[in-house]
């Protein structure tokens, strides 16, 4: 999914079950949503052409940009049966058997809904 808005990015959020809320404070940035995953906090800096997944809502948090939200349902783990992947470019489609947009590079939180 490329997101068109923040109302977007949290509809979304919602939809996988995942608690996110706009967060506007006076004198910051405007268009920052917070989310959790098991009791992680991550900020995401939304912009119309390129956003920023944060570890905090500082200026100087490291920041991974991205285009491309979407949900990998191959967790190779046990424990979580999602991932939330974050990423720039979609994958190239060669005629794979079993073919999926988000490339292996991609940032990936593990979740259950």
């Known amino acids: 999914m490329k ?3 923040t109302e977007e990015i949290i ?13 506007q404070k006076e004198d910051e940035f405007s268009r ?3 989310f959790k995953i ?13 956003s920023y997944l944060k570890f905090e809502n500082k200026f100087s948090s490291p920041n ?20 939330l992947c974050f990423y720039d470019l979609v994958k190239e489609n060669r005629g794979d058997f079993i073919y999926s947009e988000i490339p292996f590079g ?6 259950n809904l």
């Open 3 to 5: 997101p068109n808005s």
């Open 11 to 23: 509809e979304y959020l919602s939809s996988l079950k995942i608690e996110s809320k706009l967060v």
């Open 32 to 34: 920052v949503i917070e």
């Open 38 to 50: 098991e009791d992680n906090i991550y900020y995401i800096e939304w912009w119309i052409n390129q």
């Open 64 to 83: 991974l940009p991205f285009k491309f939200i979407n949900v990998n349902s191959n967790s190779p783990t046990t424990l979580h049966d999602k991932q």
């Open 106 to 111: 991609s940032f990936k939180i593990p979740f």
